[in-house]
């Protein structure tokens, strides 16, 4: 048993993180809160038969979630996803079949998927699903909830054909902005304006424009606001596309925005319904130090200001580095994307053919500007009224020269073996009166990421398991009114609040979580939510962390730890769990009142756990052990442990009761033990079996040997024959005694003549007795099987290899030992063995 549960400890080690808590590479949650966990706090959607809840859309207003899914729209109540109405938007069955025919997937394509919905204006919704890739869009009326099967239209341009492509858009002013592909074989990229007033706009069907592109996000700022310039709106889309900049061996994709302008209508002559101010620009995120670029965009999330400058846009990026999974996340600022579209153009040299700056003199009106006081005073009203050079220019130049970098530099989170993919995020103003940027990043295995923007670094308050089995989080939608975070997934909805103070249960915890919508209150001695309370009496510290507040007189201590009492025999391994509430707080114990090094036991880490080995406890190691959770210089006690250790070979009746009180791990850890002791007692008794009818004289084989025998083909010659034999030439030479009535070859131990490989015209070894056992010959010769004249080969296999029987408890303590849960209080008498 002692080898097993060592073998299990020193497996255990290797689960040490290699990267420091908090570092820049890989910044570590500091609280961990799995599915069973978050079961209370989260409330959920789904309804069975539909799937792909990708697309939603929040009135704040009517307290409604609007949920997209596979054939199907529903509203949900806000605060309890109690389901008010609900659409069934099918496709007809001769479109499925049409789509099958067309080569497409029966289980996966052929089905209307809700990829757009959004507020057309305040009584109709305006959606559009690809409709078994014929896409179509139409009107849901809000007051009873139904669908306009009259006004459907064709959603060419407006939503994708094909479900897994990118797509965005947005409605403004009763107009829709969309970006998708153009046609069924998903070739032709388009970023379109239509519905309302204007006529349809779009991009030119050229690589320069849209080279491959995978549409992300899209936002409208409103630049005309306050602008002393007269400026017009922009609509704003990202995505990420093939390159063409770059050299045609080296096919590289790039982040890119682009943006249009609101008040654009198109060139009179050149441009015509094309756009005139579509311009784009690279978006950089990198990490210098690491030699990692971000070039894949799977997400963008605008976060507007009091005024349209402090607009800041957080996009989601990944990358592989090796064979591991990075992510990122960059922060813009509007003013310098403002500042790369107003800079120098990219050009295509014909004759060096390849891409570099324009230098020479560009044209005016400036190519690719929006309409302004400057352009109406000097006879240009509307874009239709440009000049032809202007158009032409802004035609083969839609590539601004200067990239745009992300704030400071550098990405503001760096995570390893991550896969973000989708972000929203929040503004808390703090105790302190600063405003906070509190990001909320949902993984590709079902976990929401809770982050604070600290300016210099990010702290990653939290992980949260929102969806099990694993699935990603397709869209993220944040209720500030009602401080709620939606999640969508493949298999349902799900809502969380975007705080659950109650999960830190002191004031030093509270403070060290650096939560900005928690703090701990002086009054109630909770960790609460610092929405409409008093702040006098509430601790709490977002930049630093200074717990010494928590240390005042009238702020409620940590509470008694009930000691549990651990009884084992000597000579067994006693293992004492430490389970801190932060992944950030290193455990301290200590024996007796004095501290633990190294040298007297061994600690084990992981993500949660914290494990105390003393292997082959004695009677020295019977006393009080403690275990303390320490992070930034705040230490709380965590765990007390009185262990006694019981002298004698036997097991006396006090240590019968921890088996009951420890729970599944012990007793299938013991379970597993016995196992081990009784396939080693079968495979000893088997192998000494095997060994005498083997023979005193047979050599232990754990392999196959291959023995190469012959056969005699005529009788054999006297010199095989011993002379006191009584049997004449004939019988030996007997077919029956080598093979069967069915004529298949009989092999007759000791009838064959062993080879022993030596050079040719040595004498072979004496013919073994009848019925004895073959001798092993010192070296085994392994005859060709062709042109030899050896006919039959005999194969013995006298063991094959065999997995140590300590290998699987090892494996089961070591996932037993991550999955253990915390010992109860309410029955303080427990054991280890």
């Not at 014909?350 to 929006?370: F, L, N």
């Not at 703090?519 to 609460?528: D, I």
């Not at 190294?598 to 993500?607: K, N």
Request: hydrophobic share 40%.
């Amino acid at each position: 048993m002692a080898p097993c549960l060592l073998l299990a400890l020193a497996s255990l080690l290797a689960l040490v993180p290699s990267a420091a808590p908090g570092s820049s590479w890989s910044a570590v949650p500091r609280k961990t809160v799995p599915y069973a966990e978050l079961k209370d706090a989260a409330k959920r959607f789904s309804q069975g038969g539909v799937s792909h809840y990708l697309t939603l859309t929040l009135d704040e207003a009517e307290a409604l979630l609007y949920v997209g899914a596979r054939e199907a729209v529903f509203a949900l109540a806000t605060g309890t996803v109690e389901l008010k109405a609900a659409i069934s938007w099918e496709a007809p069955v001769e479109k499925k079949a049409e789509c099958i025919q067309k080569g497409k997937n029966n289980q996966t394509d052929c089905f209307n998927y809700v990829r757009f919905l959004q507020s057309y204006n305040s009584s109709h919704l305006y959606a559009c699903g690809t409709y078994a890739f014929q896409p179509k869009c139409t009107y849901i009326e809000l007051s009873g909830f139904t669908l306009d099967q009259v006004a459907f239209e064709d959603g060419k341009g407006k939503c994708p054909y094909d479900p897994t492509k990118g797509h965005t858009g947005l409605i403004v002013d009763g107009e829709l902005y969309s970006a998708t592909f153009n046609n069924f074989l998903g070739t032709e990229p388009v970023i379109l304006r239509n519905l309302g007033p204007h006529y349809s706009m779009k991009t030119e069907y050229l690589t320069s424009w849209l080279n491959e592109p995978h549409f992300v996000a899209s936002a409208y700022v409103q630049e005309s606001a306050a602008s002393s310039t007269g400026d017009d709106d922009k609509v704003y889309f990202f995505f990420s596309e093939r390159a063409v900049e770059y050299d045609c061996y080296a096919e590289q994709v790039v982040a890119r925005v682009a943006r249009v302008c609101k008040g654009d209508v198109g060139g009179a002559r050149t441009l015509q319904k094309k756009w005139t101010t579509f311009l784009k620009a690279r978006l950089v995120c990198s990490a210098p130090e690491q030699q990692l670029h971000f070039n894949r965009l799977q997400a963008v999330f605008t976060l507007p200001g009091a005024d349209w400058q402090d607009t800041t846009f957080f996009g989601v990026f990944q990358a592989r580095w090796g064979d591991v999974d990075v992510s990122a996340i960059c922060r813009y600022h509007i003013l310098e994307v403002k500042k790369a579209f107003e800079g120098p153009y990219k050009e295509y040299r014909e004759q060096a053919q390849k891409w570099g700056r324009y230098s020479d003199e560009v044209p005016s009106p400036r190519p690719g500007a929006c309409i302004t006081d400057w352009h109406r005073q000097n006879g240009f009203a509307s874009s239709l009224e440009l000049p032809d050079n202007t158009l032409n220019f802004a035609k083969k130049h839609p590539l601004m020269d200067e990239p745009i970098l992300p704030h400071r530099g550098r990405p503001l989170l760096l995570k390893k073996d991550a896969n973000f993919t989708q972000l929203v995020v929040d503004r808390v103003t703090g105790l302190d009166g600063t405003i906070y940027e509190v990001l909320f990043i949902g993984t590709g295995d079902g976990w929401v990421h809770k982050a604070l923007n600290l300016g210099a670094h990010v702290h990653l308050v939290e992980e949260l398991q929102v969806f099990e089995p694993a699935q990603p989080v397709e869209s993220l939608v944040l209720a500030g009114r009602k401080k709620l975070l939606f999640a969508g997934s493949r298999f349902q909805v799900a809502q969380l609040p975007l705080a659950d103070c109650s999960r830190y249960q002191s004031c030093t915890d509270c403070v060290l979580a650096r939560d900005p919508y928690c703090a701990w209150s002086r009054n109630a001695s909770l960790c609460v939510r610092t929405e409409g309370l008093n702040g006098s009496q509430l601790v709490q510290d977002v930049l630093s962390s200074d717990t010494r507040a928590c240390t005042l007189p009238q702020v409620a201590k940590q509470g008694p730890i009930i000691p549990k009492n651990v009884t084992v025999v000597a000579g067994t391994d006693l293992v004492l769990t430490c389970r801190l509430g932060s992944n950030l707080a290193q455990a301290l114990w200590t024996f007796e009142g004095r501290a633990l090094v190294a040298e007297q036991a061994l600690v084990l880490h992981d993500a949660r756990l914290r494990a105390l080995v003393v292997p082959g406890a004695g009677a020295q190691h019977s006393g009080t052990y403690r275990c303390y959770s320490e992070e930034q210089g705040a230490r709380l006690g965590s765990e007390v442990y009185r262990v006694a250790v019981l002298a004698g070979p036997g097991m006396p009746l006090e240590t019968r009761a921890p088996l009951e009180s420890l729970g599944l791990v012990w007793v299938v850890a013991v379970c597993l033990g016995a196992l081990c002791l009784v396939l080693v007692l079968v495979v000893f008794s088997l192998w000494r079996r095997l060994r005498e009818e083997l023979g005193k004289g047979a050599k232990a084989i754990e392999s196959t040997l291959v023995y190469p025998i012959e056969l005699p083909k005529e009788p054999p010659s006297p010199r095989f024959v011993p002379s006191a034999a009584s049997d004449s030439d004939e019988k030996l030479w007997d077919p029956a005694s080598y093979y069967y009535s069915d004529g298949s070859l009989k092999i007759v131990p000791g009838h064959a003549v062993c080879r022993n490989g030596g050079p040719p015209g040595t004498t072979s070894p004496p013919s073994a007795i009848p019925g004895q056992p073959l001798h092993s010959p010192t070296r085994i010769h392994l005859g060709p099987l062709r042109g030899s004249s050896s006919n039959g080969y005999i194969r013995l296999a006298l063991g094959a290899e065999e997995r140590p029987p300590c290998a699987d408890l090892a494996e089961e303590l070591r996932r037993k030992l991550q999955q253990r849960q915390p010992l109860p209080d309410s029955n303080p008498e427990e054991s280890s063995v």
